[in-house]
Each structure stands twice: as structure tokens, then as C-alpha cells.
């Protein structure tokens, strides 16, 4: 597994090594010996999959709150994102910035993602599955969220037509949310 740190402290690129020939591939997705030895030693308790039917579902951007905060580790296996992380760690240099990466079941990126980032993607194909493994099990009291299209935060998500829920289409703008997070976490 090859490792690329970004520009939010915490935030890891993650590329497995695949192994290819003319039947098809073969890669590791998640290895914990692996993992402990780029020092993240997560426990992951819970996956979870999401598919979307339409190029442009804008999904987020989500999180969990203390206690209930969420690690992540993402992927594609179907289709492509363009998938963003917002940093809500009121002590981190990077504190309401963006990143945004590509995942797509040919590249096989994945990213992971310390609790206390918000957390949200576009489809950029049609039937697009995404893949994701959490170290904290899901709470709705805990459910919280960023407006994803905050004029402030100036996403530049992909010129596709938003496809989003109702309900993240209500979620606070990030000057109107008042963030838990008073230390920053991850490596």
C-alpha cells in the first residue's frame, strides 16, 4: 500500500497494490498489519455501501459528533466520485479548508479520514457504488452535517447537475455550525 499525505493534517491517499493478468486483478483493500505499520491502528466496526443510480448525486457532507465520531476509510468499486473532506478541528492550521480527490474503481484510491472532518461526494457515473468503513457504529443522535454547496466553503464540486436529499440540502452553512471538535485528531 503506497501512502500520500495531503494538505489536511490526518487526511491520507491510500493506493493498494494491484496485481493484474489476463484474468482480471487482485488487490488487498484493507490490511491491519498494514495499517499499524503506517502507525493507524483503527479498529473498524461497521461498513457501509452506498449506491448511486445518476451521475451528480451529491451525498453530504456528513459527520458524527463526540463521542460518536467517526473514523473513515473510502472507496469506489463502481463508477467514479469526486469525494470532499472539510476540516471541523477548531485547532487544526487547516480549520474550515477543503480537499477534494477522485476515487474511481480504476484507479483504486482510497482515503482515509480522521473523526472531526466533514465528509461528502458527487458521482461523477452513473451506477456508482462507494464503499466505506467506520470505527464508530452509527448514531442518529450523533448525525450531524455541512450545507455542501456553502457559498463560504466555495466547493468547486464537478459542473454536473446536484442530485441531494432533502435533507442535506437543509444542513447548517459552516458559520452556523458550532464544531465539537476542540482538539485536532489523526496523524
Known amino acids: 500500500m503506497d501512502v500520500t499525505r495531503t494538505e489536511i493534517p490526518g487526511v491520507l491517499l491510500l493506493k493498494p497494490h494491484v496485481f493484474g493478468d489476463h484474468r482480471g486483478y ?6 491491519r498489519r498494514q495499517f499499524d505499520a503506517h502507525g493507524l491502528s483503527i479498529d473498524f466496526v461497521q461498513d457501509n455501501e452506498a449506491f448511486s443510480v445518476h451521475a451528480g448525486v451529491l451525498r453530504g457532507l456528513h459527520l458524527q459528533t ?12 463502481r463508477g467514479a466520485v469526486f469525494d470532499v473532506v472539510v476540516d471541523l478541528r477548531k485547532a487544526s492550521p487547516t480549520f474550515g ?38 470505527d464508530r457504529f452509527y448514531s442518529p443522535e450523533h ?16 459542473a454536473l447537475q446536484p ?20 482538539v485536532e485528531s489523526g496523524t
Open 97 to 134: 479548508r477543503w480537499q477534494g480527490f477522485t476515487l474511481s474503481a480504476q484507479n483504486f484510491m482510497q482515503l482515509f479520514i480522521p473523526a472531526g472532518l466533514a465528509h461528502g461526494y458527487m458521482t461523477l457515473e452513473p451506477n456508482t457504488e462507494f464503499l466505506y468503513k467506520v
Open 26 to 31: 487482485f488487490c488487498e483493500t484493507y490490511s
Open 143 to 158: 448525525d450531524a452535517g455541512i450545507l455542501c454547496t456553502d457559498p463560504d466553503l466555495g466547493i468547486a464540486w464537478p
Open 66 to 77: 463526540p463521542p460518536m465520531a467517526q473514523t473513515k476509510l473510502v472507496r469506489v468499486v
Open 163 to 182: 442530485i441531494m436529499s432533502d435533507k442535506d440540502t437543509r444542513l447548517p452553512r459552516l458559520a452556523e455550525f458550532d464544531s465539537p471538535f476542540l
